[in-house]
């Protein structure tokens, strides 16, 4: 089973624009890390953000966590053509020892 | 410093052979876990390893094995396989125990025919 659901499930937007994405999450965590994958190739890590941490930021990428609500969100701002990617996030608990479990991920499509 | 390396990248087999997988993690890291992405399944938790020790197994059948070396390079091997198998197999290690990044590979994609 999954432990992230993120939504929506695909999103197509313009060059320029932004593009938010959800997840949720069933049980408390220690952190949630967010990845994108393009093509069935591996996995680039984005960013970690701690339980006690409610918004972090890298560069394009904000991710926030509302561990009342179990639920993160991805903005990438001023998108694009080479976020074009599935993007997952996964959650990480304090006796996962190292399994992290991913949501089914959300397919971004960019376009110019 | 280089990144988390897996081989092969890609692998053709037939049903009921055997195949081993490699990863080398990342210099330092001695955690090292695979996981198994599926269209159908998404990605899926195999197991981890920890100094040479498996700390935590996902949902597979016993087919599905790995190992950890002293040098935490790790490996998989899946025997007697089904066309099910056929996915992209990765591995990701991590420096620490808690709360630290895991840095994944590119991935083996195993075609079993």
């Known amino acids: 089973s999954q432990q992230g659901e993120e939504d929506p499930q695909a999103l197509s937007i313009q060059e320029g624009e932004n593009a938010t994405m959800n997840c949720s999450y069933k049980t408390s965590i220690n952190n949630l890390q967010w990845y994108r994958q393009n093509s069935g190739r591996g996995l680039v890590h984005l960013i970690l953000i701690r339980s006690n941490e409610r918004e972090k930021h890298s560069g394009r990428l904000r991710v926030t966590l509302d561990t009342s609500k179990k639920s993160s969100s991805l903005l990438i701002t001023a998108s694009r053509a080479a976020d074009t990617a599935s993007y997952f996030c996964?959650?990480?608990?304090?006796?996962?020892?190292?399994?992290?479990?991913f949501g089914a991920g959300t397919q971004v499509v960019v376009t110019p | 410093k280089a990144g988390v390396t897996q081989t092969p990248r890609y692998l053709i087999k037939t049903r009921g052979q055997q195949v081993t997988l490699s990863c080398s993690p990342i210099?330092?890291?001695?955690?090292v876990s695979w996981y198994q992405q599926t269209p159908g399944q998404g990605l899926q938790f195999l197991f981890e390893y920890f100094s040479e020790t498996q700390r935590n197994k996902g949902n597979f059948p016993g087919r599905f094995s790995g190992r950890q070396f002293s040098n935490s390079r790790s490996e998989m091997n899946v025997s007697t396989l089904e066309l099910g198998d056929s996915a992209l197999y990765l591995c990701?290690?991590?420096?620490?125990?808690?709360?630290?990044?895991?840095?994944f590979g590119q991935g083996t994609r195993l075609t079993v025919v």
């Open positions: 990701a290690s991590r420096g620490g125990q808690v709360n630290t990044e895991a840095f």
């Open positions: 210099s330092g890291h001695r955690s």
């Open positions: 996964a959650t990480d608990k304090d006796d996962s020892w190292g399994k992290l479990q």
